[in-house]
């Protein structure tokens, strides 16, 4: 059973930083494209941030460009969301997405709110 399991959300003061994880259970990481996504009440579900399989490749959503870093170790078969500099309009529900590269499999953590609020 392939299981994403997010954790780290909380809620903290503008300007403050959380790292959320998310931790695969069920699938081989190396083999799958990982990305963060977050979906704030009555918006869309919108990418954050994207990670290459293998080849250290990232894209970010030009609102978090400087502030968020996302990054993966394979061996332990987890994916980070570094956030720094915090704002009220980072709350959301933030979501790990799993796409395999060589395939059309992909996997959905539930999710993990974190709130920015003074």
């Known amino acids: 059973q392939v299981q994403l399991v997010e954790s780290g959300g909380g809620l903290v003061q503008p300007g403050g930083s959380l790292r959320l994880s998310c931790a695969a259970s069920g699938i081989t990481l190396s083999l799958y494209r990982m990305s963060w996504y977050r979906q704030a009440p009555g918006k869309e579900r919108e990418l954050v941030a994207r990670i290459t399989n293998t080849v250290v490749i990232t894209n970010y959503a030009d609102s978090v460009k400087g502030r968020f870093t996302i990054s993966r170790d394979n061996a332990k078969n987890t994916v980070f969301l570094q956030m720094n500099s915090l704002k009220p309009d980072d709350t959301a529900v933030y979501y790990c997405?799993?796409?395999?590269?060589?395939?059309?499999?992909?996997?959905w953590g539930q999710g993990t709110q974190v709130t920015v609020s003074s």
């Open positions: 997405k799993a796409d395999q590269v060589r395939g059309t499999r992909l996997y």
